[in-house]
């Protein structure tokens, strides 16, 4: 737990760097008409920065005290993450290729069958009956547009 | 007081039509299997759904979104009794008490004593938007930047001071929202910010991406952490339940009332149903004569927490509606949708589009009072949609949540954002960062900025401007105090202990 707080307090810090860096850019004093445009996030940055040394301080000061360390996911808690995340990104970027629908068809049954350990019928099924109800209601009924990818247009003819 | 009862009785024959009547009923079921389903919860989903909401007229999309809240608050008890797992944030505490109480068999009269407290919060809640709302609204209307902005302060001081976590933490997650709300075109100079010359970061970081990953996908992170076993406890609804639990229910004034006004003034002054019910539960258990039956099956340790969320779900409508600031995350995003439909929340809304917002209250009433009756007729049946294989669930609730973070502004990035914003809701639970406040400070970030500007422009740049009277003075007194509490409260404790010695 202890890594992965001083890495979201660095992280937090680094954004206030950012901040700063850009607020000193546009300015950030009294201008001609009023505040300039970079007042507001010159103290964002400024306190983002307090407020990631207090943290770490806190870190360093509670550790010492306490002496061991909690881990932050329990045991055997990264691989089914992992197995979420992976996937949901490669999902994400198939997107791009095939359209939104093709790519969650193609996750449900990835995740289905690697994961869930579930049958044939019943992956195929679910992973062609859920994407169609779902383009059916959004990108027919609703009028949303879901993304196509590059080849999306082709494949789905209608 | 009669003027207002005229105009909760107009609402009522716009929350009464017909359509407006099914599409809340629409919104009840979706919200109760929103609320059972972990992922998609009462922020997110309302949030998938605004792309939707859009071509309808104003009154019926608000009523379709909050219809949907109402029916999320009441739907994650029915998973925290029956599964030991929260459906939402503010069914955490029904956990504690709620699912042993079921493991003893018990759970069908579980199920009662949270819907009845949830429908007297819900009643109390409603109580207060009705009567109070129009006083506020009319205080509201002598509002200038400054107080605007004070009224702001007080809120994310609300946060730091009684929020229960890590002060610096809180600070600094308001602090990460505002950040990214000041990502892109700057509205009043036309300057960009924080772009370094990418289009993509032209855009900003839109609220709605944010909550569905913050809040969905690191739910449904922490969710599989535990692996990916789902079992629960078949419990149904029975006449005896009903009886049961009512009567039960009257042995607890006290904890009941306690619970609504903790929720609502967790609404009211934003806060949310979240933290209202772990406030509640903490009261009701310091306060009761047999603490050492909270945690086992304690009745009070259902009603307490149940009616505060509920309290604070309904009475988060009044800041939204009376001074534009939402009084829970999931209020804050149906606020979001009530924009897109060029309506700003706040008190000119009362003055101009007065059957809107009389149709919303009285659509609060309408949904909360069909919403009880739905839970507690089909529980068991909502409950069964955990049944389905989660390796079937999971995946589905991840492609709904990209769909609804796509359509806000069809951008793929909105995407890719959504995923990240996963990871860090995940870490920041696990870190315990706050997240309400940030998502609240990531939608209000542009507004409070306009307000301190436009208030220092007033006040020749002087930050005096802040501490005028009548209204702004006494408003950042208040945050002030509330910002520093826990300090104070320690030092008030010191003087007091050193008393007693």
């Not at chain 1, 400024?46 to 061991?68: P, Q």
């Not at chain 2, 009840?28 to 909401?53: Q, T």
Request: charged share 10%; glycine share 12%; proline share 6%.
């Amino acid at each position: 737990m202890k890594k992965a707080d001083i890495v979201v307090a660095l992280f937090f810090m680094a954004i206030g760097l950012i901040l700063v860096f850009d607020a000193v850019r546009l300015g950030f004093q009294w201008g001609v008409t009023g505040p300039e445009s970079g007042l507001f996030p010159f103290y964002l940055g400024l306190g983002l920065i307090v407020c990631s040394l207090l943290t770490l301080r806190t870190i360093y000061a509670k550790y010492k005290k306490d002496g061991y360390d909690k881990l932050l996911m329990p045991e055997g808690a990264l691989k089914p993450i992992l197995w979420v995340l992976i996937p949901s990104l490669g999902m994400v970027a198939i997107t791009e290729f095939v359209g939104l629908h093709i790519a969650a068809g193609i996750f449900l049954g990835f995740y289905m069958r690697a994961v869930g350990k579930i049958g044939w019928v019943t992956t195929l099924m679910v992973s062609f009956l859920i994407p169609l109800s779902l383009y059916i209601a959004f990108d027919k009924l609703f009028l949303v547009p879901l993304p196509q990818g590059l080849w999306g247009g082709i494949l789905i003819p209608f | 007081m009669l003027a207002d009862l005229n105009n909760l009785a107009m609402g009522l024959g716009i929350a009464l039509e017909p359509y407006n009547l099914m599409i809340a009923c629409i919104g009840l079921i979706l919200g109760i299997i929103v609320g059972v389903l972990p992922g998609l919860g009462g922020a997110n989903g309302v949030a998938i759904l605004i792309p939707v909401v859009v071509v309808m007229p104003a009154t019926t999309g608000v009523i379709l979104l909050s219809s949907i809240y109402w029916g999320a608050l009441y739907g994650g008890s029915i998973t925290s009794i029956l599964f030991n797992i929260p459906g939402e944030p503010w069914s955490v505490a029904t956990t504690f008490d709620g699912y042993p109480m079921a493991r003893k068999g018990r759970a069908g009269f579980a199920l009662v004593l949270s819907f009845m407290s949830h429908a007297v919060g819900a009643i109390v809640g409603v109580l207060i938007l009705t009567f109070l709302a129009p006083l506020i609204a009319e205080i509201a209307l002598k509002f200038g930047p400054a107080e605007i902005f004070s009224v702001m302060m007080l809120t994310f001081s609300a946060f730091v001071g009684l929020g229960g976590k890590s002060p610096v933490k809180t600070v600094a997650a308001i602090l990460f929202g505002f950040s990214l709300a000041a990502v892109g075109m700057d509205i009043v100079s036309g300057q960009l910010r924080m772009t370094f010359g990418s289009v993509t970061l032209m855009g900003g970081f839109n609220f709605i991406v944010a909550v569905i990953g913050l809040f969905g996908l690191g739910e449904i992170f922490l969710t599989v952490e535990e692996g990916l076993k789902v079992e629960g406890i078949v419990g149904r609804v029975r006449m005896r339940d009903i009886v049961d639990g009512f009567k039960e229910l009257l042995l607890y004034p006290k904890t009941l009332f306690m619970g609504a006004i903790i929720g609502c003034w967790m609404g009211v002054t934003p806060g949310g149903a979240t933290p209202a019910s772990f406030m509640a539960y903490g009261f009701a258990k310091e306060s009761s004569k047999n603490s050492k039956e909270f945690g086992q099956g304690a009745s009070a340790g259902i009603i307490a927490p149940e009616a505060a969320a509920h309290g604070a779900g309904t009475s988060a409508t009044l800041p939204m509606i009376t001074l534009g600031i939402p009084g829970s995350p999931t209020m804050a995003v149906i606020m979001g949708g009530l924009m897109i439909f060029g309506l700003t929340p706040g008190p000119m809304l009362f003055k101009e589009h007065a059957d809107f917002v009389w149709g919303l209250i009285a659509s609060c009433w309408v949904g909360n009072f069909i919403g009880f009756f739905m839970v507690m007729a089909f529980a068991p049946l909502f409950a069964a949609v955990l049944k389905v294989r989660f390796a079937i669930l999971m995946p589905a609730i991840i492609y709904v949540c990209a769909i609804g973070a796509y359509a806000v502004n069809n951008r793929m990035i909105d995407v890719y954002y959504m995923l990240v914003f996963g990871v860090l809701g995940y870490l920041f639970k696990k870190l315990d960062y706050p997240i309400a406040p940030m998502v609240l400070a990531l939608v209000l970030g542009n507004m409070a900025e306009q307000a301190m500007r436009q208030a220092l422009i007033m006040g020749q740049g002087s930050p005096l401007i802040f501490f005028q009277p009548p209204i702004a003075l006494p408003i950042m007194l208040v945050a002030l105090i509330i910002f520093f509490w826990p300090v104070i409260s320690g030092w008030k404790d010191k003087l007091l202990g050193k008393k007693k010695a």
